[in-house]
Nanobody
């Protein structure tokens, strides 16, 4: 299936913005049914944030990030993005991208348990 590699994390102040990138390396890019971002804060469970189904340009979002985060895909660069704005300290977490080839797998995206995930990139938001 290849690999996913996230980048773009860092430390920002509350109210700031970041763009996360997820490069697909050696990945059968067109075989995915969905691509997604999830996060995991220390001591908390995984939280799916956004998902983009193949053939769609409009993502789906959980309530906590809707209107602040935007998921997009650059087919030419084989890269998934998560644009985050108005960041809050509660957004501090390790962020991961993930893909799944099955619709059943994709439909569980809010749990952050898709088939293939990357190593993550850390986002820290300070007051």
């Amino acid at each position: 299936q290849g690999q996913l590699m996230e980048s773009g994390g860092g430390s920002v102040q509350a109210g700031g913005s970041l763009r996360l990138s997820c490069a697909t390396i050696g990945h059968t890019f067109n075989s995915y049914t969905c691509m997604s971002w999830f996060r995991q804060a220390r001591g908390k469970e995984r939280e799916g944030l956004a998902v983009l189904y193949a053939g769609n340009t409009d993502g789906k979002y959980v309530d906590s990030v809707r209107g602040r985060f935007n998921i997009s895909l650059d087919h030419a660069k084989r890269t998934l993005y998560l644009d985050m704005k108005r960041l809050e300290p509660e957004d501090t977490a390790m962020y991961y991208c993930a893909t799944d080839r099955s619709l059943a797998g994709c439909n569980g995206w809010t749990r952050g348990n898709l088939e293939l995930g990357g190593q993550g990139t850390l986002v820290t938001v300070s007051e």
